[in-house]
């Protein structure tokens, strides 16, 4: 993808969460914290999910793709934000703006996609369950996942590609921590029609349709629930997408935060500070979301830790 501007602009302005430099250096601490627990979890759960042949199921594939994935959205914005903070240098190029929305739209998507399919593997294990192995075999669960990235692939580099033809004036400030496309479209000069008609159908399409389906999954998954007889059955079907159901509120309701703190009020930082929620906050409690309820991942992590253990004693000896 080429890079260019017809405004010949060599970079932006990113305003970040404060302007206040008294707040630099508790942002920095508190940013750095957020990052490295979400990669020490989430790296966790990938490491557990392919070394522990207890967890080779789809539910565990799904979940490390999903931590996967979570590494890659925060790992999108984090870093720079830190580097911006540390140089005291705001600035970022035009093309790092374009790349970051690509990655910022890839990864965000590719989370709204990865919940959908974890939705439909519940739906699968509970209402299913005799067929379960038969319909969630690996070849589906390939595909599902391959769909996911392939889907959200064309759709980031589509929205970064219509970024390309933005023209921009004097004001090359973003109020936030990292390069939102919306935010590049209002600092646009030119007509941003074709932009925001893009923006609208990817999120009727792309967003409201994995909602749809978890939706759908859920209502089906609570209909068998009610069916089951025994209170002990209901509590043993409602504690294997407990974790899911959590992370899913979560997600949708930190975004739903977002468009409502941009609507009500016109202060951008504002907006900025309510992203984070989904963007930040989100993939840093995932994995602990899943893993403490999880007798299972706990369980491996456990036997994961005990072989390091050996390993290094065994070294050092």
């Known amino acids: 993808m080429e890079f260019k501007n017809d405004t010949q602009i060599s970079k932006f302005i990113l305003l970040g969460i404060s302007e206040d430099p008294l707040w630099q250096p508790f942002l ?7 990052y490295l627990v979400t990669l020490l979890g989430n790296l966790l759960i990938i490491i557990a999910t392919v070394t522990d042949s207890h967890l080779h199921t789809p539910m565990y594939f799904f979940l490390s793709n999903l931590s996967f994935a979570d590494i890659c959205f925060t790992s999108a914005s ?8 540390q140089t005291q240098n705001m600035a970022i190029t035009y093309e790092g703006c374009i790349t970051q929305v690509y990655f910022f739209i890839l990864f965000g998507v590719l989370d709204n996609f990865l ?3 974890m939705a439909y593997d519940r739906y699968v294990a509970i209402c299913h369950p005799l067929h379960y192995t038969v319909i969630m ?17 064309l759709n980031s580099l589509l929205q970064s590609s219509m970024a390309l033809r933005l023209s921009f004036c004097t ?3 973003i109020p936030h921590f990292v390069c939102e496309l919306n935010q590049l479209v209002l600092l646009a000069c030119n007509d941003t029609f074709p932009n925001d008609m893009v923006m609208y159908f990817a999120a009727v399409l792309l967003g409201g349709g994995p909602l749809a389906g978890i939706l759908y999954s859920y209502s089906k998954i609570v209909s068998s629930i009610r069916a089951i007889s025994s209170s002990q059955g209901k509590y043993k079907a409602f504690s294997t997408c407990a974790s899911h159901l959590s992370v899913v509120s ?6 739903l935060g977002v468009y409502l703190s941009s609507s009500v009020t016109q202060n951008s930082h504002s907006t900025a500070r309510a992203s984070v929620m989904y963007s930040v906050v989100t993939p840093m409690l995932n994995p602990f979301i899943y893993s403490l309820r999880n007798n299972e991942l706990m369980g491996a992590l456990r036997r994961l830790f005990r072989r390091n253990l050996i390993l290094g004693e065994g070294l050092l000896g």
């Not at 920095?28 to 957020?34: K, P």
């Not at 984090?78 to 903070?85: A, Q, R």
């Not at 979560?250 to 975004?255: I, V």
């Open 28 to 34: 920095f601490g508190l940013f750095l914290f957020m």
């Open 171 to 173: 004001d090359l400030k």
């Open 78 to 85: 984090i870093p720079k934000m830190l580097v911006n903070i």
């Open 115 to 117: 919940l959908a399919v």
């Open 250 to 255: 979560l997600f949708y309701s930190t975004l």
């Open 137 to 153: 075999n690996s070849h589906l669960c390939g595909l599902l996942v391959l769909g996911s990235w392939v889907t959200t692939a």
